[in-house]
């Protein structure tokens, strides 16, 4: 059992592979090499800045679909192109290209479109688009979820797509030496309809592939307007192309993209802070002994993970020390990131979120859980800095007791993480498919969404109901409502 910090390997990585996105550990190991002062846990200045930035945009595509992230990168003029995380944004999607391997077939529909990711960020640096988008113009990009025309739709989910498409704004400074980056997950807009949007939009055929699209945005997109306005009118535009279900969800989206970004920000910025100081301490900990946050988190959830994750940690526990190399740092990110991911969703009523969770431990303890995430939200805003740990360290048991995973967009993959015999316990008790969508509240009461103006979107067992978009929800009969900002 005691573990030799000298017998312990680093993960092995392919060399290749090191597209940040494709490194679960980049943020790790970012902080780690920008450690200033060890003892006092100092980092060097704009780098947790950076890794907060980062991990707002990752819960937002994880379970805060309706949060459109901004994210700001600056020109170096060393690299002549524009950094993330100390890393250029051309170099970054180069690599990505290039750690696929182009003899596999299953990975060549992926190669297509991180060359598309290359082009995108070339072209912002190209002379004539560069000077457009300095004087205003905005670079649209839609990628939307590869058909299965183009990749067997499982081989894509084991990439991370679902059925969303990925809508991005990007804009420059008048100078040039800063450039924002707004992205958004807009669901239920199939492919066709893009295909067929733009190809009346812009007098020229579209074919109706992902591929098509992004090159299509790659070679023409430029626009003009505030990124509400373009938003707002490639939506409204689209939402013609669609059947009646899709164009109220489509509607719905735009509202809140509209109208809810400020405290969806507030929100995901909260969790992310919460992810942060967890890489902070892996950051810190990293090569050497685990600090009690971290065996905290880590013995929380100890009996509810896989065997192997067990026999992991079990090699790496001295005692009441457990060394912290690679896979162990992995592995809590893992935890941390599922768990705050979820508990993020539910706190903002992500619509997937609830579903999620609720095909797990049923729509009244969802609730149960949006409501605690929501005490300890308002706890934090009365009194920051104040004691909650009891109560995030209950609902992270509670999700990994459950075994509830993640949806696509997550950055992590999580498959396999927690323990079969929660998740088969689980399965038994409740029973697949007794989710169903209602238009009511209730047949006597209807929600707060239609005061408001707004579409109801409820998710129903027979007998709970819960409304995601006014937040408005009945247990037992009794009713409730999640606060938008306490
Ligand atoms: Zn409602």
Redesign the pocket.
Known sequence: MAARAETITLIEQPEVINRRTDNPLFNVHYLHANVVDHKHGIFAPGVEEDVLEQDVTDIAEADVHKLAPIVIQRFDPNRQQFISLGTGTVDNNIRGVESLDTEDPDSLFEFHRRVEEVTDEVSILDPEVNSAMRRGKKKLSLSPTPTHHEVDPDVAASFGYDDRTMLRLQSLSADGQTKAMQSFSLFDVPTKAWASYLSDRYGEEVEPTALAIMQFCNRVILEEGSNEEIVNDFLNGVMNYLEEDDRISVKRQLDAFLNEQAELKLKARAYAEEKLAVEKELALSLNGWASQPILTLVRNVYENLESTHKELLDQRFDGQNLYVDDLVALLVLKIKTVTIDNRAGLATMNERTVRRVASRIGLEATIGLAEREQHIYQMQQMEPGVDNVFMVLRNEQLIAEAGVGCGGGCSVEVVGLFSEDARIALEAGLGKGTLYSSSD?DKNS?????KHG?????ISDGQNVV??????YQVRGKRGQLKAVA
Request: with cysteine.
């Open positions: 509240l209807k929600c707060n969404c239609g707004k579409k109801a979107k409820v409304c995601t978009t006014c937040r408005t």
